[in-house]
């Protein structure tokens, strides 16, 4: 199984502070993704990693940016966190092979008061 | 316009019953994948099975098969005599065309919470 880690795994912070959050990948892969659930919308993409230096955005990018300097970490950062983007933040990693799976990290908790 | 729809937000069932959640797809792509996720109250995305839409056959995986009716595009999850340990939200998925770079973007339905009752 891919080895993909998420750290902080619960936070709280305060209204206009920045937050970042990291993923971290234990083997090769390319394709890393951040995702944020909200209860009655399921999971929504927020941006992904093609490579590192490349990044795009999902469809939920504003008030978000994404940085990838090494293969294996694919940092998320709230330039100035609002109550909105109190979530549940998912890095997951595709690990290809005969599903062109997904392999999803545990999950970071935000609460923005 | 939604492409994953699950239209059951909760559901119950009795053990060692079966059941089965619904899901519809929207997409013009002929080349996509779907995926069944279970998420238990501690958070973690599990995954449980995954149809191709080249896939003649229905997917199974022990207790969970998928109805997959392309012409109807659903792909509705069955889990076959339930257990307690079933009890969770699940979420449907497509894989479908691809992002920039080449990979492919994962869209998620708004999940079925599923309680197995004795």
């Known amino acids: 199984d891919a080895g993909i880690t998420q750290s902080p795994r619960h936070k709280v912070t305060e209204t206009g502070t920045p937050v970042t959050l990291r993923c971290h990948q234990t083997e090769n892969h390319r394709y890393m993704y951040w995702y944020r659930q909200d209860p009655g919308h399921g999971l929504r993409l927020i941006h992904y990693?093609?490579?590192?230096?490349?990044?795009d955005k999902g469809e939920v990018s504003d008030g978000y940016s994404v940085s990838r300097s090494k293969t294996e970490d694919f940092l998320l950062t709230l330039e100035s966190a609002t109550s909105s983007q109190t979530s549940v933040y998912f890095c997951?990693?595709?690990?290809?092979?005969?599903?062109?799976?997904?392999?999803f990290g545990s999950g970071t908790r935000l609460t923005v008061v | 316009a939604q492409k994953i729809t699950q239209t059951q937000p909760g559901m119950f069932v009795q053990e060692k019953e079966a059941v089965t959640l619904d899901c519809t797809y929207d997409?013009?792509?002929?080349?996509?994948?779907l995926f069944w996720y279970k998420q238990p109250s501690s958070g973690e995305m599990i995954f449980l099975i995954y149809q191709g839409s080249y896939d003649q056959q229905n997917a199974t995986e022990g207790r969970y098969s998928l109805n997959f009716q392309k012409a109807r595009k659903s792909a509705n999850l069955v889990i076959s005599a339930s257990q307690l340990g079933d009890s969770a939200m699940y979420f449907c998925a497509m894989r479908e065309k691809k992002l920039t770079g080449g990979g492919n973007k994962l869209t998620f339905g708004t999940g079925t919470q599923l309680k197995v009752e004795l």
């Open positions: 997951a990693i595709a690990t290809g092979g005969r599903y062109y799976g997904y392999t």
């Open positions: 990693s093609y490579g590192v230096k490349d990044t």
């Open positions: 997409t013009s792509d002929p080349s996509y994948g």
